[in-house]
């Protein structure tokens, strides 16, 4: 009765290990011809492909179709997807910066500060959170915000452009002249004859 019971689980074995096999070359192969299509812009078959042998369960598949539906301005679509692949893992930063793609595109902006301080909450080391955040409060004039998301960036990197220039900006913005002055003649120092920089500078004259 034992070798039977054996006999009976390696038959099993050998039949299911074959499917399985060809399943996940399946997957492999909509993955591989996902992304040719996506490099000759053919977003439909890019999202086809996939969908033919997408797994709900799957942070990846989730994640790759969150990307492929903002690509082709679904921007619902798209944030279903990431929303999806978010609850999968749900420290994952990935999944958060593609959510807020879409929502950027149809203008949830106080949705992507919710996400962008998640990530910080999470990292708060994160520059491109950071920075961006700090983008974010700009465009909206909210420069006490603006200001400390920008200044931490600086911490992190002292002479690195982006963020400089954007405290520069920020700092003559909330009435910091002196500081915005160094902070602009330092974009020159990285960037020489740097248009931006000249433009605060010459609005401080």
């Known amino acids: 009765m034992e070798s039977l ?51 709900e369960d799957s942070y990846e598949f989730n994640l790759r179709l969150g990307w492929l539906s903002y690509k082709q301005k679904q921007n619902e679509g798209s944030k279903a997807y990431y929303r999806k692949a978010l609850a999968l893992l749900p420290y994952s930063e990935e999944a958060r910066f593609g959510l807020i ?33 700090g983008l974010v409060y700009y465009d909206r004039k909210e420069w006490i915000q603006a200001y400390r998301c920008f200044q931490k960036v600086v911490d992190f990197y002292p002479f690195g452009y982006d963020g400089l220039l954007m405290l520069a900006w920020t700092s003559l913005q909330t009435g910091k002249v002196r500081e915005a002055k160094v902070l602009f003649n330092k974009v020159l120092l990285y960037s020489p004859g740097d248009k931006s920089a000249l433009e605060g500078l010459s609005i401080l004259r």
């Open 5 to 55: 019971k054996s006999l009976l689980i390696i038959m099993l074995i050998a039949i299911v290990l074959p499917v399985k096999g060809q399943y996940e070359e399946k997957v492999l192969k909509a993955f591989e011809s996902s992304y040719v299509a996506e490099k000759q812009n053919d977003w439909m078959k890019a999202v086809s492909v996939l969908e033919k042998v997408y797994q």
């Open 101 to 133: 793609l879409p929502l950027s595109a149809i203008g949830e902006w106080n949705e992507v500060i919710r996400i962008y301080l998640e990530i910080l909450e999470n990292n708060p080391g994160n520059t491109v959170a950071l920075y961006r955040l």
